[in-house]
């Protein structure tokens, strides 16, 4: 006579037989989760732009140098002068005076943007006055800068403004 294990009403979680195809589909699924990971691909090989998108050019055909800003800036004052400038003249921003200040050289400023943007010859342009203030004194500035289709921003016209 044989003898068998007792029966039980429920089967064991070990003996049902969706487990083993559980542990497989699971066991599946996480295989190609993680074999995923090497398939992506990365956009920083040669022939990529470095550039952060949003910044100022400095050397773009055509237009203003930063030397077009105050001689009386120094590199770290015309970084943030040009930064206040994208800010403040993003179409999708508020339209509000944006300013700028650099506490090792005392400098500061503010960018304010007037009207609306424009397009003119496949870029986005937008009028703008500025104020600096440095040791050498205060100045006071209109121009207009123009963003390409890489939303690089590039000082088109900078001139002194009149006093009043």
């Not at 963003?147 to 009043?164: C, F, G, M, N, V």
Request: charged content about 20%.
């Amino acid at each position: 006579m044989r003898l068998s294990p007792p029966q039980h009403s429920e089967p064991t979680p070990s003996g049902h037989p969706f487990f083993p195809f559980a542990r497989r589909l699971i066991g599946c699924a996480l295989l190609c989760q993680s074999l995923a990971g090497c398939a992506v691909v990365t956009p920083f090989g040669s022939g990529v732009d470095a550039d952060p998108t949003g910044s100022i050019s400095a050397s773009a055909p055509g237009a203003a140098s930063p030397a077009a800003l105050p001689k009386t800036l120094d590199e770290e004052d015309r970084r943030r002068a040009l930064g206040a400038l994208a800010i403040a003249l993003d179409p999708q921003g508020n339209g509000a005076s944006v300013h700028w200040d650099n506490p090792v050289s005392k400098a500061h400023g503010q960018v304010t943007p007037v009207g609306f943007a424009y397009p003119a010859k496949d870029v986005i342009c937008r009028d703008f006055s500025a104020q600096f203030d440095t040791r050498a004194g205060a100045q006071s500035a209109h121009g207009a800068a123009c963003r390409d289709k890489s939303a690089q921003w590039t000082i088109a016209e900078l001139r002194p403004a009149k006093a009043d």
